[in-house]
């Protein structure tokens, strides 16, 4: 069964910790995405990568960063978490392959910033 | 960022009923799909759309591509409790892979 794995399900952080959310995909996809969820916001992308090493901003980067080492994996980094980014974070990947651009998800990591 | 609008925001209907929810673009897109979250999960593809006019069943859902590509509707027939969660459509349009999501319809089942 193909996936979308994302390390932590809950996570509680402090004010001005550095936050790793990692996710690892085994579908060989090319492109990864993160959103995140919030009540009565929908899903807001953050950023996306259409290639290792490449990153792109989506439409809400602002207090976060993003890499990809390998294809498979692409992690989110919250450089100095505040309360403002508790939310439900969302991985997804995709392939360019066979005229389908479904998205695959992760079960999400809900975040808690105290 | 671009946006689609989804409508309604909830339901909250009797066990039996049907449901019917749809989602609008200012932009021409070229595919449709829609999102099924149960809580505490991430969404999952339920129906994908690739041509305009385009109606596709899968069981108890149905769902239309709009003929000005402009948007697109998700029918579900004779709702059970297992249907709760959050209903998400989502349009990519030619350029690129990213897909541009709708906030959502949240769909609540009383038995």
């Known amino acids: 069964d193909v996936k979308v794995t994302q390390s932590s399900r809950y996570l509680v952080k402090r004010t001005g910790e550095k936050v790793f959310l990692e996710c690892v995909q085994d579908?060989?996809?090319?492109?990864m995405f993160w959103y995140r969820q919030d009540p009565g916001l929908g899903l807001r992308l953050i950023y996306f990568?259409?290639?290792?090493?490449?990153?792109e901003k989506g439409d809400i980067p602002e207090g976060y960063s993003v890499s990809r080492e390998k294809k498979e994996r692409f992690s989110l980094i919250l450089e100095s978490a505040s309360t403002n980014q508790t939310s439900m974070y969302l991985c997804?990947?995709?392939?360019?392959?066979?005229?389908?651009?479904?998205?695959?998800f992760g079960s999400g990591t809900r975040l808690t910033v105290v | 960022g671009q946006q689609l609008n989804q409508s309604p925001q909830s339901m909250f209907i009797q066990e039996g009923e049907d449901v019917s929810m749809n989602c609008t673009s200012s932009?021409?897109?070229?595919?449709w799909l829609w999102y099924k979250q149960d809580p505490g999960e991430g969404p999952v593809l339920l129906i994908a759309?690739?041509?305009?006019?385009e109606l596709t069943s899968n069981g108890r859902l149905t769902a239309q591509f709009g003929i000005t590509r402009k948007d697109s509707f998700l029918n579900i027939s004779a709702s059970i409790p297992s249907d709760v969660g959050i209903y998400f459509c989502?349009?990519?349009?030619?350029?690129?892979?990213?897909?541009?999501f709708g906030a959502g319809t949240i769909l609540r089942v009383k038995s």
């Open positions: 579908m060989d996809h090319e492109n």
């Open positions: 759309l690739y041509k305009a006019g």
């Open positions: 997804a990947s995709s392939s360019n392959l066979g005229g389908t651009y479904g998205y695959t």
């Open positions: 990568s259409y290639d290792v090493k490449m990153k």
């Open positions: 989502a349009g990519q349009s030619l350029k690129g892979n990213k897909l541009v």
């Open positions: 932009s021409i897109f070229n595919t």
